[in-house]
């Protein structure tokens, strides 16, 4: 089991920067591929960026790639989203995810492959 809890969303202006971060409890973090999710009102939820346990490998959706990074610090049961070059259609609720497999999951992995999330964070972008 895991609990996941995010941090650092809020209201930023087009072309700038934000920090998520993903706080874990447990002591199976280290062992738990990892990823971000996205929600925009009306849609579905999204596939953002993936990071496998040892944090070695990394993937992200197309439509941020470049302009988001995914880390995670084990020691510290962290992961973290940095985001920069904003965009207003980067507007939604983030959420953090966990499945139990270190192995790094494909771009666009269903929300279903994971199993433990945490409540979401909002991130809006003005134009």
């Known amino acids: 089991q895991v609990q996941l809890v995010e941090s650092g969303g809020g209201l930023v202006q087009a072309g700038g920067s934000l920090r998520l971060s993903c706080a874990a409890s447990g002591r199976t973090f280290s062992s738990y591929a990892m990823g971000w999710f996205r929600q925009a009102p009306g849609k579905e939820r999204e596939f953002v960026a993936a990071i496998s346990s040892s944090g070695a490998g990394t993937r992200y959706a197309d439509s941020v790639k470049g302009r988001f990074t995914i880390s995670r610090d084990n020691a510290k049961n962290i992961m973290n989203l940095q985001m920069n070059s904003l965009k207003p259609e980067d507007t939604a609720v983030y959420y953090c995810?966990?499945?139990?497999?270190?192995?790094?999951?494909?771009?666009?992995?269903?929300?279903?492959?994971?199993?433990?999330w945490g409540q979401g964070t909002q991130v809006t972008v003005s134009s």
């Open positions: 995810a966990a499945r139990t497999s270190p192995i790094l999951p494909p771009i666009g992995v269903p929300a279903a492959a994971f199993g433990f």
